[in-house]
């Protein structure tokens, strides 16, 4: 017996121990990447020293003496916290994902190889002005510095489980100006405006008719919801292939961060009439795609004395991988901006040479295409060979999906022609964004933002401003085409000149609000301007129900504060709501269940609150709603996801009882409004019950509506160890799509409620006292998986809390919990 314990004790001895020693190499691996934020680090490059003050947030504030050694403290920071996301993101915009995660990568490398992100790029980065190339320049060194003698595995915890797919001894290429800049072309694609649409409209105008296509697609409400600007300031094989092309614009969409329901932003800005301090305050939270790490990085540049070769002294939010600060605000000027959506993509029909598949028709010649072949790497020693041509308007991307046989018929083209579709987009020539974005950092007054906003190109955003003398402004910058023929909503022909750009609106007449009579400025992805512009900036635009809640909020509130602010930040209200209820709860329902829903419903606020029942009740009664009255007449891939758009589809429908909409394909009979009111709340209702459990008083909309924050490469590997790793959630979260708390959803999901798009940062900047700025973003700082900031900021934001970011010296060092020293 003393045998047996002695051998049992060693066993559990020796257990024990390769637990322990697993664990600490477990332990080990995980914080392997940690970065060194305390004592001194040298930097070769550097000029003088740099200092990075990190508060208890995790969140730097730089210091220099000059902008090369500002810049490349910045950044050397981002490769610290978030190295791996920067790698990620330049693999995407390079056409090179299928290097790190294989051949399931490459129809996505293959579309954005043939868009030639990252070759405009490069020919961006050889005409820049010569300052904003060395700031570029001192930044990708600053990244480099810390990429010095570090392999994959010391850089983050990805490539460790990339290690285990097969991609082993990987050292990541150094960082260039041309990575910062490719970033630019992803968010630009992801804010860029209507090709889904324009290809939605195409393939339906084909499947269901122009008519019906119309009334599914509507146009802005100019009737009752608002615009920016009131006045403006200037005085088969071929389906197969459209469908495919959607399709592949979603993925991309995925992989960027973009293409969800609910993609947007607000912001606003309140002039000092309206506010208790007498001084503007302004607001900003742009709405994007769910992920971790968060899209954003905060923190502060300052040059410790401001001279011209030094000018910085500013705060806010960037982009890892990218110098300077986004959106934030400087000693003087404050602003935030919004997506303004406008169409500067077009699908031209290129009619292709039968007897030579490089050559197309323009004005009745064939003329040659310009022909490339680019090799994509595969993990693992493969290679894909990709040929790619391009025409006057751009690239031919339906290459990768075969011709256009099928909709050429449909449309009514000559089927003794072969077609492909170009695409053209202001993104994929040449700009002077990051220019602008330095000049912005630098700016004192409203005609230095106005100067710096000259360069702005894509994506045009929604300015607003603020500054401390108490003026407002709102600026809408941007490259938006003028065409001499066509709208813009569908796919046209490009064999002749009838539609061709003719150059850009001109700046001066763009949009444009300084201190407007009403006292503030709000956008929401609205359309900026009414009918009687004389330009077309655009037709599609979000449908505005965020914009009418903020800006009657806005005008609710006689003396605004940070505190009246937040509260606009968590408003919660579903106006499409109020819109559908009257018609349901003018019905009667028999079965005692469901007359209480609905009895919950007439005494509901609203207000889609994570704790509420009736918001669950709703939510799942407009999901059955929709599919009772459109999956019968719609492809899948364009059923409805449950936001704006489907709001205002469905108010137009409601008034007309015996609309043609309401009526059930699949069966005999021919249904009416009510009859489809009727089915979708008792199929709403037999939905909680199955997924929320048999008790109603249990229900709760956060208890369907999730926040989980993904890994944006692995966190949908399939994995669950992995995923675990990595992801964090599910958060129970309040708000919705095209609600101001835009959390947004897709009810055609498989989690059909959960949390797609968010708003990715909330800003508040008080500008009677800037040490009074309010900011969160969605997780935490760091981008190392258990690291103390990677999702410690993740319950703030949800509860619509915020952190105050310190400014001045005297507060930054207040703050400081961390202090690390770059030296030359």
Same mark, same amino acid.
Request: charged share 20%.
């Given at each position: ?159 460790? @489980? ?36 324009? @290809? ?147 699908? #031209? ?101 106005? @100067? ?46 009838? =539609? ?32 009687? =512009? ?15 809640? @903020? ?31 009257? =018609?349901?709860?003018?019905?009667? #329902? ?216 310190? #400014? ?17």
């Amino acid at each position: 017996m003393r045998l047996l314990q002695g051998v049992l004790r060693t066993l559990l001895i020796a257990v024990l121990a390769l637990a322990l020693v697993a664990g600490l190499l477990i332990g080990a691996t995980v914080t392997r990447s940690f970065p060194q934020t305390r004592g001194t680090v040298r930097l070769p490059g550097l000029r003088g020293s740099a200092e990075v003050l990190r508060d208890a947030n995790g969140i730097p504030h730089l210091y220099a003496d000059t902008a090369e050694d500002l810049f490349m403290a910045q950044g050397y920071v981002h490769a610290q916290d978030r190295f791996y996301q920067m790698d990620f993101w330049r693999h995407i915009t390079a056409g090179r994902l299928s290097e790190l995660f294989g051949a399931g990568r490459l129809n996505t490398d293959k579309f954005l190889r043939t868009s030639g992100w990252r070759r405009v790029a490069e020919q961006e980065y050889a005409s820049a002005e010569p300052a904003t190339r060395a700031i570029l320049d001192a930044y990708a060194a600053g990244v480099n510095a810390y990429l010095a003698n570090r392999s994959g595995p010391d850089l983050s915890l990805e490539y460790s @489980i990339l290690a285990l797919n097969g991609l082993t001894g990987y050292t990541p290429d150094p960082w260039t100006g041309v990575d910062s800049i490719a970033w630019g072309k992803a968010m630009a694609w992801d804010l860029s405006g209507n090709l889904d649409a324009e @290809i939605m409209r195409a393939v339906l105008n084909q499947t269901i008719g122009v008519e019906k296509t119309n009334a599914y697609m509507p146009l802005y409400p100019h009737g009752d919801h608002p615009v920016i600007v009131p006045t403006p300031a200037f005085d088969a094989a071929g389906l197969g292939a459209l469908r495919g092309l959607s399709a592949q614009l979603a993925e991309l969409g995925a992989v960027t961060g973009g293409a969800f329901e609910g993609i947007g932003s607000n912001d606003w800005v309140i002039g000092g009439g309206r506010t208790a301090s007498g001084m503007p305050l302004l607001a900003d939270d742009p709405h994007l795609g769910i992920r971790i790490p968060s899209i954003w990085y905060q923190n502060s540049l300052h040059c410790r004395t401001l001279t011209a070769e030094c000018p910085y002294d500013v705060t806010g939010y960037s982009f890892a991988g990218v110098p300077a600060v986004i959106i934030g605000h400087n000693t003087r000027i404050a602003w935030g901006v919004t997506n303004v959506g406008p169409d500067v993509q077009d699908l #031209f029909i290129e009619k292709v040479n039968p007897a030579d598949p490089n050559q197309y028709e323009v004005n009745g010649q064939w003329v040659n295409m310009e022909v490339r072949q680019e090799t994509i790497q595969v993990l693992g020693g493969g290679r894909e060979e990709v040929t790619i041509r391009s025409t006057r308007h751009g690239p031919l991307i339906t290459d990768v999906y075969g011709s256009l046989d099928e909709f050429a018929a449909g449309a009514g083209l000559d089927p003794a022609n072969q077609y492909a579709f170009a695409l053209k987009w202001t993104a994929l020539q040449p700009g002077t964004l990051f220019q602008s974005v330095f000049k912005i950092n630098r700016a004192r007054n409203w005609d230095d933002f106005r @100067i710096a906003l000259r360069d702005w190109d894509v994506p045009s955003q929604n300015f607003v401003y603020a500054d401390v003398d108490g003026n407002i402004g709102y600026q809408m910058p941007g490259n938006v085409p003028i065409r001499r023929g066509g709208d813009g909503l569908l796919p046209v022909p490009g064999w002749t000149d009838d =539609y061709e750009w003719t150059g850009y609106i001109p700046f001066d007449q763009l949009p444009a609000s300084f201190n407007p009579p009403q006292g503030y400025i709000a956008t929401a992805n609205n359309a900026v301007v009414g009918p009687e =512009y004389p330009y077309l900036i655009a037709l599609d635009w979000d449908p505005g129900y965020r914009a009418e809640r @903020i800006v009657s909020l806005i005008e609710a509130e006689a003396k605004h504060t940070p505190e009246t602010i937040a509260r606009i930040h968590g408003d919660n209200q579903n106006l499409g709501a109020g819109e559908v209820l009257p =018609y349901l709860l003018a019905l009667g #329902f028999g079965e005692p269940e469901l007359a209480q829903a609905q009895a919950e419903l007439r005494a509901w606020d609203g207000q889609m609150d994570m704790a509420s029942r009736p918001a669950a009740i709703y939510a799942a009664f407009f999901r059955q709603l929709l599919a009772a009255t459109f999956h019968d007449d719609l492809p899948e891939a364009y059923w409805p996801g449950g936001g704006g758009d489907s709001w205002l589809t469905i108010r137009a429908l409601l008034p007309d009882f015996h609309n043609a909409w309401w009526d059930d394909q699949t069966t005999p009979a021919v249904e009416t409004r009510d009859e489809i009111l009727r089915r979708a709340f008792a199929a709403g209702y037999a939905e909680l019950r199955d997924t929320l459990g048999p008790d109603p008083r249990t229900w709760q909309w956060g208890r369907l509506h999730g926040s989980t924050f993904d890994n944006e490469s692995l966190g949908r590997s399939g994995v669950s160890f992995i995923e675990a790793i990595f992801n964090r959630g599910p958060f129970p979260t309040s708000g919705g799509t095209s609600i101001v708390n835009a959390t947004g959803f897709n009810v055609t999901n498989a989690e059909p409620y959960a949390t797609r798009s968010v708003p990715s940062m909330r800003m508040i900047v008080d500008l009677s006292n800037l040490e009074n700025t309010r900011m969160i973003h969605t997780t935490g700082q760091s981008g190392h998986a258990y690291a103390a900031h990677y999702i410690d900021m993740a319950d703030k934001w949800r509860f619509i809390q915020y952190n105050l970011m310190p #400014f001045g010296r005297a507060a930054v060092e207040a703050a400081a919990a961390d202090r690390l020293l770059l030296v030359p």
